[in-house]
């Protein structure tokens, strides 16, 4: 993300936005105290500590840019809140190693987000929800988007082929504009 993108996105109002959403979706999920949560694309790590501070999660965001993370470290105090410098490509966790695996407008940053979005899955256990947010794009535009291969433009149906390929089962879809919220249940 570029300096001017960062300077809208980690603006107070908008994170309070962002945050409020997040807690909303994941009120959407039934969880247990102690699951861990996994936060992809932190940014500045706002959400997270709200998630680890108003619930009994172990809340961990991952950033791949350093100063994003190290503005997030600098503002978590909580012994149920990590943060760690990752690319999202590749997560640094074990296989089904998270029980809610979330992404708030992150992918469409990544050309590559299909493979964001494989990692996502692979850290997330059987029974575990995965909470999506990002803009999704006709098929036609994402066609002529990628040909320049500088963001990831994820369409709906390319996400449903993914989710259905990767054996998640759709709890949750709300769409705005060109914005959608998904929450998947790994079922296998």
């Known amino acids: 993300m570029t ?3 960062k300077f809208f996105v980690n603006r107070p109002s908008h994170t ?3 945050v409020a959403h997040a807690r909303e979706l994941l009120g959407r ?3 247990q105290p102690g699951w861990r949560y996994l936060d992809v694309g ?3 790590g706002a959400t997270a ?7 009994n999660l172990e809340v961990t965001g ?3 840019d350093p100063k994003q993370i190290d503005a997030a470290r600098a503002t978590s105090a909580r012994p149920n809140l990590h943060f760690r410098l990752m690319d999202a490509k590749k997560l640094d966790f074990s296989d089904g190693q998270f029980d809610i695996v979330a992404s708030s407008m992150a992918t469409h940053h990544i050309p590559d987000w299909e493979r964001v979005l494989a990692e996502m899955v692979r850290v997330l256990r059987t029974g575990g929800y995965l909470i999506y947010t990002d803009f ?3 098929s036609w535009l994402v066609k002529v988007v990628r040909l320049f291969r500088v963001m990831g433009f994820p369409s709906t149906t390319a996400l449903e082929s993914i989710a259905a390929g990767a054996g998640l089962v759709k709890v949750h879809q709300a769409q705005r504009s060109w914005k959608v919220d998904l929450i998947w249940l790994k079922n296998g």
């Open 3 to 5: 300096e001017f993108e």
């Open 16 to 18: 309070r936005e962002v």
């Open 29 to 31: 999920i039934s969880y």
């Open 42 to 44: 932190c940014g500045v």
């Open 49 to 55: 500590c709200e998630i680890a501070g108003a619930s």
């Open 62 to 64: 991952v950033d791949i």
């Open 136 to 138: 999704v794009f006709p």
